[in-house]
């Protein structure tokens, strides 16, 4: 089942690429590098082992604690999701065989496989499924709100089940194809074991003498997988490197076969003969969340999130930003989405003295303002923001996390983030990434005028005509109102030895662990 290219998206959170580690080497896993001789007796060319590194590893190895970007790297390789998505976007069977929508779109049932364990022992069956859902449904991870419309999980058959809705979840499939997906052992569920000790069904195990949590990751092919084709290499090793210059360094001398760089490095990783494995743009900006004032006064007044987006000159930033390589951000939705809107490309063209003179009328000029990003952000990038607040009269206090500490970008004292915003990839994403419910919300807002807006798009979202109205009156309201400051847009750079051959993701900006394989 191809997914409508109207519904394509990286779901809000998952699209956070949570990067950042330290210490890399080959650790205990005994096989150093790519090129490493597997137990099959294939030749030292053979690439046997796949060695991937990524900023931060997740801070908790139960499922419900999965994320997309780089985070999935740990996930996919012990657990299986419900639905697979392919490179090209298509839904296909995994762990389920099959589904069907209800009429009205709130029951989904789920035909199940038979044939499956988890590495404990314990059966993959319709009650496993039960359990997982409504772990995730009632869990603390950062995507717990991706299934907050289930009211319960009917099993229908000892190999069936039907997810009962409260409301129309236009994303449901793209939930169980990713993070929201994934099945651990329902023995192991809600204990302190799985945290540190994943159990799946997945095609790879987690060596746990082998690795050491927080540097270094080991995990070994499934003896017993029931899907050998997604299995590629006997073992695979994530390292967390948190420093650029050192994932780069890892990345041409041979140490690690693929990770996301910084767009400034594209020039050398190039120039070693890396691969790049080409994205969509990524819009980047500020989150203006404490819009009720709690912790900032200023961000309160609309007038002040006004002067914000009055401060970038977008054609510049994106002109000096990662070797010319980054493009304008303007709005909610990405240019040629659903949703977009040229007027509103000069809604706000640079103007620091006029921002400067909104401040002003606010009474806000001098006031300072919490604005946080985490340590490895660029530099160029920390410097235009710090100097656009400086040039309408606020005074920028700058709380930088380190990587592993990005969780606290969605903590509710943060009264602007720099994160993912705007140039949002379909009308429904962007929908969701205003939502009360999504996670830079994180003071928890309700606004009735956006949640109408919301509410007309969810329950005619299989109306393109009034899905694409109901984006733009979203997209109009959410700059008028200034919810974000979209600041630059950029592709990711995720970078692959020659090595391997690997396929980009559909709706992802890092490939998914099943897309990388051993070059012919």
């Known amino acids: 089942m191809k997914l409508p290219r109207s519904l394509a998206a990286v779901v809000a959170v ?38 991937i590194a990524q900023h931060a590893g997740p801070p908790s190895l139960d ?17 299986d999701s419900l639905i697979l998505l392919t490179p090209d976007g298509q839904f296909e069977p995994m762990l389920a065989t099959s589904w069907e929508f209800s009429d ?33 449904r009632d869990g603390t991870g950062a995507t717990a709100g991706n299934l907050r419309l289930v009211q319960d999980v009917v099993v229908t058959g000892e190999y069936s089940v039907d997810i009962v809705l409260s409301d129309v979840e236009p994303y449901l499939l793209m939930y169980l194809a990713n993070g929201s997906g994934f099945m651990g052992s329902p023995e192991k569920l809600g204990t302190e074991e799985i945290k540190t000790n994943p159990v799946g069904t997945g095609p790879y195990i987690y060596d746990a003498t082998a690795s050491s949590v927080g540097e270094n990751l080991w995990f070994t ?66 989150h203006l969340t404490d819009r009720n004032g709690t912790k900032s006064a200023a961000i309160a007044d609309v007038r002040v999130r006004q002067a914000l987006n009055y401060a970038f000159d977008r054609e510049k930033i994106a002109a000096s930003l990662f070797n010319g390589r980054a493009a304008m951000n303007t709005q909610l939705y990405a240019p040629g989405v659903d949703g977009y809107l040229e007027e509103l490309e000069e809604l706000y063209p640079y103007d620091p003295a006029k921002g400067k003179e909104l401040v002003s009328e606010a009474g806000f000029e001098g006031a300072e303002v919490g604005v946080t990003w985490l340590t490895y952000t660029d530099p160029a990038v920390k410097a235009v923001i710090q100097e656009a607040f400086t040039s309408i009269g606020l005074v920028p206090v700058v709380n930088e996390l380190v990587a592993s500490d990005a969780f606290g970008l969605i903590r509710p004292d943060m009264p602007t983030v720099l994160w993912s915003a705007g140039n949002r990839p379909d009308p429904w994403n962007g929908a969701m990434s205003a939502a ?56 990711y750079g995720y970078y692959h030895s020659p090595r391997l051959e690997v396929d980009a993701q559909y709706a992802a900006s890092i490939p998914f662990l099943y897309n990388f394989r051993p070059a012919s």
């Not at 009205?104 to 038979?114: A, G, I, W, Y």
Request: hydrophobic share 40%; proline share 4%; glycine share 12%.
């Open 104 to 136: 009205d779109l709130k029951t989904l049932s789920m035909e199940l496989r038979d044939d499956v364990s988890f590495t404990d022992g314990a059966k993959f069956d319709a009650e496993a499924v039960k359990a997982n859902i409504l772990h995730y």
């Open 221 to 286: 092919k499934n003896p017993d997988y029931w899907n050998p084709d997604l299995q590629h290499f006997e073992k695979v090793n994530l390292q967390i490197i948190g420093d650029q210059t050192a994932r780069v360094n890892a990345l041409v001398s041979g140490q690690i076969d693929a990770v996301n760089v910084d767009l400034s490095s594209a020039d050398q990783v190039e120039g070693a003969g890396m691969i790049y494995v080409g994205t969509e743009n990524a819009g980047y900006g500020l």
């Open 436 to 491: 009360p419910t999504q996670p830079f919300n994180t003071f928890k807002i309700e606004d009735p005028e956006a949640n109408r807006i919301i509410a007309d798009m969810r329950a005619n979202f299989l109306d393109e005509e009034k899905l694409k109205a109901g984006a733009e009156e979203l997209n109009r309201f959410v700059m008028e109102q200034a919810w974000i400051v979209p600041i630059y847009a950029q592709p």
């Open 14 to 51: 998952s699209a956070l690429l949570f990067a950042g580690c330290a210490g890399g080497g080959d650790g205990g896993g005994g096989d150093g590098g790519s090129g490493s001789t597997g137990g099959d007796g294939a030749s030292s060319n053979a690439v046997t082992v796949l060695s």
């Open 63 to 79: 499922p419900e604690q999965a994320l997309a970007g780089e985070q999935h790297f740990v996930f996919q390789t012990t657990y």
